[in-house]
């Protein structure tokens, strides 16, 4: 008997035998398997197996605001084991840790249609407070999380820390990388995405894998819901969801590799890949602490959003996967393609670039962040030939859009720009040049990459070519090829990047340390070894 069933049986004890009696005469004894399907509201659900098995999450804080989030999956790898109905999820954020002064409580409903996950818009609550929450469904209570608000509009902040992370292959390594984030108990994270990857089973080809993947490459909602589900049975990964609020974007392993708009990497027709689209955008939505503005409508999700600090950090989180350009000359890496600098060509979109270039001059904190999936600089791969040798996924191959956004952070004095990028696997730190192709041109902001949480495995100190990279690249100034994160710090004086490595992600729990650290003075333009 299946958990769903097992649960009906418990909802349907406490039915009156009449009622039972009238249901099965009217439906048929098969329908009372699924009887009154999505018709329910359950106040008072009984589980025969733990409903929270994929932990909390907090998002996108706001000065009075946070989003929380759970989902409820008595049978996480296997569609979740919920019935059809709506569940009552009571919600209660607390000034401690022990639940004693509560701040704000609530009910609300986790739905089927959106695979019983909740998202909670809690207002309400004071600026830059530490605050904790959890979830109550039934007799069941869920683990406790802590977030964190924004300070206040203007208001002066001394300092906030925060991680950013993403690539997190389960197959290629565990995921300390999240385990140390969760204790540095951030202000918040950024996650760029690649949150899980598509691909099937690796099945012992490789022998590098620490452990699989269940099933095939994922297509449906289903799929996707359970390989979600897969990587939040990672302790480390709900560890650090649960000590800080998460702003999160996605890359292309959400849906599919190297995916560009309506287009994948197989020539599969639009229309059907956008089916497939609109199931991990789902899926996608259902996992994270997203707020209503969030929602998908079909194959769309509007995820490009804006988020302010104080008078520290105004952050825009862009989405370079869903408006985009196909790829340049229809390759992924190249020598000269003059298709890439075509102005035609977008990578945010127009919608979404002139709601970005429109907000700029509106930035009035100290550090302007512009935080997103693929590195914006110029990043020769090795130059092989004079004109070097480029990917067509990252906006090298979508120069014109990289000249509209550096330009207008020039023309707007944008205030000391700082670009988050991850995708790539390895840990950069770059200046950002208006001409990367003349080392003495204007720089007019920094970018920070974060390496993979576990992706590629266990790395390496440096990318095997790295010496021609740096001499081809003299704009970037920090590179390791380890697994970790970056941890940033800023103050009105300075912003801090410490890239943190684990020796390996092969091996469980391994401690993190700094391998070197790069620092942009306010005012001063460019990255600085510290
Ligand atoms: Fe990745």
Known sequence: MSEAIRFYDRALSAMSRRQLLNAAWKLGVAAMVQPLASTRTLAQPAFSKYPFTLGVASGDPWPDSVVLWTRLAPDPLDG?????DRIEVGWEVARDSAFRTIARKGMTLARPELGHSVHVEVDGLLPNREYWYRFRAGSEISQVGRTKTAPAAGAAVDRLRFAVCGCSHYEAGYFTAYRRIAE?????????????YEDRADGGRNPAVVRQHLGQEIFTLVDYRNRFAQYKSDGDLR???ASAPFIVSWDDHEVDNDYA?????HDTPPEVFLLRRAAAYQAYYETMPLRQSALPSGPSMRLYRRLRFGSLIDMSVLDTRQYRSRHACGVLLASDCAAASVPSRTMLGTEQERWLLEQLPNAHATWTVIAQQVPTFARDTVAVNPQGRFSMDKWDGYTASRDRLYTRLKETKASNPIVLSGDVH???????KLDFRNPSSQTIGVEFTNTSISSGSDGADVSP?????????????YHSARRGY????????????DFRVLEKVT???????????????AGRPGAITD
């Open 80 to 84: 979740g084991g919920m019935p059809a």
């Open 426 to 432: 390895v840990h950069y730190g770059a200046d950002l």
């Open 507 to 521: 091996m469980r729990d391994l401690p993190v340390t700094t391998a070197g650290s790069l620092v942009v003075e």
């Open 184 to 196: 540095e108990d951030f202000d918040f994270v950024f996650h760029s995405g690649d949150y899980i």
């Open 465 to 477: 070519a790295w010496e021609k990279i740096r001499q081809d690249n003299p704009h970037i100034k």
């Open 486 to 497: 970056v941890a940033c710090t800023a103050t009105p004086a300075s912003m801090r990047a």
């Open 239 to 241: 560890a650090a969801h």
């Open 261 to 265: 708009a309506d287009a994948d990497e």
